[in-house]
């Protein structure tokens, strides 16, 4: 079987990265994805994380990930296309009490910050939270017979 080249963590202070306004986007084989590389047979996604600070002056990370990539099916095991598209916005939160306050505002979601951040692996919680839990072909659309 054909190996990529796994992507190396990238590690940045998260703090530095919103407040320098910095980005970061790859596009990858999801074989290269150490986790997502046991979920999908296939395909290719686009990733970016963008840092900005918001008019309240919270710190943000804008996240893209989009491209299809292939799952097996539940049933029949037989690889399925299926449409990555994540756009989320992750507020930094220092504690476990600003992340409350930041998760309650409106269309929010907060994520607890160290001083590192590996953003490969950020990308890959998304789009692991986004996969359905059992893809499955439609009743009786399964192309191997007997199932
Ligand atoms: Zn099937």
């Known amino acids: 079987m054909f190996k990529s080249v796994m992507l190396q963590p990238i590690e940045v202070d998260p703090w530095r990265f919103c407040r320098d306004g910095q980005s970061w986007e790859t596009r ?3 074989a290269a994805f150490p986790r997502l590389a046991h979920e999908c047979t296939q395909g290719t996604l686009f990733c970016r994380v963008v840092g900005r600070v918001d008019q309240r002056g ?3 990370l804008q996240l893209m990930v ?3 990539v292939e799952l097996p099916c539940h049933r ?3 690889s399925m296309p299926y449409k ?3 756009e989320r916005t992750l507020y ?5 009490a600003e992340m409350e306050r930041l998760d309650a505002l409106p269309g929010s979601d907060a994520i607890q910050a160290g001083e590192t951040l ?3 692996d950020l990308v890959e919680d998304e789009v692991l939270l986004s996969l359905p839990l059992a893809t499955m072909h439609a009743e009786g659309e399964c192309p191997v017979p007997g199932v």
């Open 76 to 78: 029949c095991l037989v």
């Open 66 to 68: 989009s491209g299809e």
């Open 92 to 96: 930094l939160a220092r504690n476990e």
């Open 84 to 86: 990555v598209d994540v």
């Open 118 to 120: 590996n953003l490969v």
């Open 58 to 60: 919270s710190l943000s």
């Open 28 to 30: 990858s084989d999801v």
